[in-house]
């Protein structure tokens, strides 16, 4: 059984940082790509970032870039967010994921290519 369990969340200023953390078990973790997703109030869920299992190559939406950071600890089974000048539209609940599929990588904004899914952290960004 598949368990992700995030945690990191919490209520920051605008400009301030946060690193999340999701937690992987039940599974060789080093073999599968990982991404963070979000949800804001009424808006669908959205990609948010990702990393390969194979070389650890990463993937960003445009509105994070150059101000989140994911990486990843196998020997940890642990995926990162760090969240820096963080913005009020940041606000929402963040989750990890991952695929089905071993040596697979996935379509990294796809959010049907990833089969797991953690409950979720949320995260709030105060103006």
């Known amino acids: 059984q598949v368990q992700l369990v995030e945690s990191g969340g919490g209520l920051v200023q605008a400009g301030g940082s946060l690193r999340l953390s999701c937690g992987a078990s039940?599974?060789?973790?080093?073999?599968?790509?990982m991404g963070w997703f979000r949800q804001a109030p009424g808006k669908e869920r959205e990609f948010v970032a990702s990393i390969r299992w194979s070389d650890s190559n990463t993937y960003y939406t445009d509105s994070v870039k150059g101000r989140f950071t994911i990486s990843r600890d196998n020997a940890k089974n642990t995926v990162y967010l760090q969240m820096n000048s963080l913005k009020p539209e940041d606000t929402a609940v963040y989750y990890c994921?991952?695929?089905?599929?071993?040596?697979?990588?996935?379509?990294?904004?796809?959010?049907?290519?990833?089969?797991?899914w953690g409950q979720g952290t949320q995260v709030t960004v105060s103006s």
């Open positions: 039940g599974r060789t973790f080093a073999n599968y790509d």
């Open positions: 994921a991952t695929a089905s599929r071993s040596y697979y990588s996935l379509d990294p904004n796809t959010k049907s290519e990833y089969a797991y």
